[in-house]
C-alpha cells in the first residue's frame, strides 16, 4: 500500500527552527518528485516546495531563502527543514506524492499532515 | 500567476446532483485536477486529467473542462461527499506553476 506519514510539528517560538519529516511505503521517495503543500487554520491549500527525482529543489517565495527539502534515500523519507520561522507559517504541513505527467502534475497520495504552531 | 476561482460554497440535497466550478483563463487548454477533504483530514485525489477518476474513486465523481470553466460533478449525492473541494492546475508557464483554487464546500442538506 503506498503510504506518507508526516512527523515533527509542533510548537515552536518566532524564529526558531523545525524538522518535518515523511516516511514512504509502497514506493520509492528518490524515484518520484515529492512535494510539501500546507493549509492554515481555516484556508486553502498552498505549494511549499517539490524536490525532483534528479535533485533539484524549488520552493514558495514566501518560504525560500528560510526553507530546505531534501530526502535520505536509505530511509525512504523526506525532509522540511524550517528555519527563521514566522507566525504566518502557522499550518497544517503535508507531504505528497507529485505526479509528473505530459506536461501537467497532481499530487496523490498525500499524507496525514501535521501541525506546525509559530506563536511566543 | 494564474488565478482558479471556486464559489465559497455550493449545497445540495441527498441524491441530486452537484456541480462545483473551476474558473480561470483558457483553463480549457490546462489539465484540471480536482481534491476532496474532509474536516480533519488530508485531501484526497478524486479527479486528475479533467476527468479520469484513481482507483477507488466512485463513478458518481466526474469531471469536464472547457472554455474558461472546469466542472466537478457529483451525482446522486450521499451526506458523505459533504467537504472541501479543491481545483488545481500546473501552469508551466509561470513561476508559480502549482496553482489552487480557493475550494468549496460542499452542504449536503
Known amino acids: 500500500e503506498v503510504q506518507l506519514v508526516e512527523s515533527g510539528g509542533g510548537l515552536v517560538q518566532p524564529g526558531g527552527s523545525l524538522r518535518l519529516s515523511c516516511a514512504a511505503s509502497?514506493?520509492?521517495?528518490?524515484?518520484?518528485?515529492m512535494s510539501w503543500v500546507r493549509q492554515a487554520p481555516g484556508k486553502g491549500l498552498e505549494w511549499v516546495s517539490v524536490?525532483?527525482?534528479?535533485?533539484?529543489?524549488y520552493y514558495a517565495d514566501s518560504v525560500k531563502g528560510r526553507f530546505t527539502i531534501s530526502r535520505d534515500n536509505s530511509k525512504n523519507t523526506l525532509y522540511l527543514q524550517m528555519n527563521s520561522l514566522r507566525a504566518e507559517d502557522t499550518a497544517v504541513y503535508y507531504c505528497a506524492r507529485d505526479q509528473a505527467v505530459a506536461g501537467t502534475r497532481w499530487f496523490d497520495p498525500w499524507g496525514q499532515g501535521t501541525l506546525v504552531t509559530v506563536s511566543s | 500567476s494564474y488565478v482558479l476561482t471556486q464559489p465559497p460554497s455550493v449545497s445540495v440535497a441527498p441524491g441530486k446532483t452537484a456541480r462545483i466550478t473551476c474558473g480561470g483563463n483558457?483553463?480549457?487548454?490546462?489539465?484540471v485536477h480536482w481534491y476532496q477533504q474532509k474536516p480533519g483530514q488530508a485531501p484526497v485525489l478524486v479527479i486528475y486529467?479533467?476527468?479520469d477518476r484513481p482507483s477507488g474513486i466512485p463513478e458518481r465523481f466526474s469531471g469536464s473542462n472547457s472554455g474558461n470553466t472546469a466542472t466537478l460533478t457529483i451525482s446522486r449525492v450521499e451526506a458523505g461527499d459533504e467537504a472541501d473541494y479543491y481545483c488545481q492546475v500546473w501552469d508551466s508557464s509561470s513561476d508559480h506553476p502549482v496553482v489552487f483554487g480557493g475550494g468549496t464546500k460542499l452542504t449536503v442538506l
Open positions: 483558457n483553463i480549457g487548454s490546462k489539465s
Open positions: 509502497g514506493f520509492t521517495v528518490s524515484s518520484n518528485y
Open positions: 486529467y479533467d476527468s
Open positions: 524536490i525532483y527525482s534528479g535533485g533539484s529543489t
